[in-house]
């Protein structure tokens, strides 16, 4: 009988054990979340800040109905302004719409990562051939390039990851839109670069949300 108690005690110290030691990770677990979460919310992490540098103009071509075929080449900034917080991104598309409309294929920017004040400059090019345009637009593009400006919106989607010390965050989704102003004839503001090559130089602040 008392070789049976025995057998029955030693069973329940290991069960013991085992139930402090899931408790004790699930403390220190707890801890590091809390520490982490007051890093962050003492941290607060700003959202980059992209500018829009310029936009070189291949191809404007709005003469067919319904249809655009557009070539640019764009220059954005983009800048971290926090101090102590790396982003990493993971992926950026960039695109160029009309009236919310896109006019351009996507095109993607490499994974980056950006330290604390670190600036980066992409110079992507964005183009769609003969995409459609609903009539509609099209009317609008077609009147608005005849007078002489068209407005553009350069957007850019993707998703960052924020970098605490060794911490890294979840992927956040950020867009960004920049605003562009492209000018035809004489009240063309834009510098000749080469044959049928406009080059038009901005500081357009994007606004960003997150």
């Known amino acids: 009988m008392s070789g049976s108690k025995d057998c029955g005690g030693h069973h329940k110290f290991p069960r ?3 139930r402090r030691v899931i408790s004790c990770i699930l403390i220190l677990l707890l801890l590091i979340l809390i520490t982490i979460v007051l890093i ?4 607060r992490p700003s959202k980059p800040n992209f500018t829009l540098l310029d936009t070189t103009v291949y191809a404007f071509n709005a003469t067919t109905f319904n249809f655009l075929t557009s070539n640019f080449q764009i220059t954005v900034r983009s800048e971290n302004p926090n101090d102590d917080i790396g982003i990493y991104y993971d992926r950026l ?9 896109e006019i ?11 330290g604390h004040n670190e600036v980066n400059i992409w110079s992507p090019i964005i183009y769609g051939t003969m995409v459609p345009i609903s009539p509609e637009y099209s009317v609008a593009l077609g009147a608005e390039q005849m ?34 102003y492209i000018t035809f004839g004489e009240q063309s503001d834009g510098v ?11 500081y357009s602040r994007c606004s960003v949300s997150l």
């Open 147 to 180: 007078a002489g400006s068209v407005f553009l919106v350069i957007k850019i989607d993707g998703r960052l990851r924020w970098k605490v010390g060794t911490f890294v965050t979840e992927r956040y989704h950020i867009h960004a839109r920049c605003p562009a």
């Open 192 to 202: 000749l670069v080469g044959e049928n090559v406009v080059k038009f130089q901005f």
């Open 40 to 43: 962050w919310a003492i941290l």
């Open 93 to 101: 598309d960039v695109y160029a719409t009309y009236r919310n409309q």
């Open 16 to 18: 013991k054990n085992f």
């Open 104 to 114: 351009t294929l996507r095109t993607r920017f490499p994974p980056t990562y950006q």
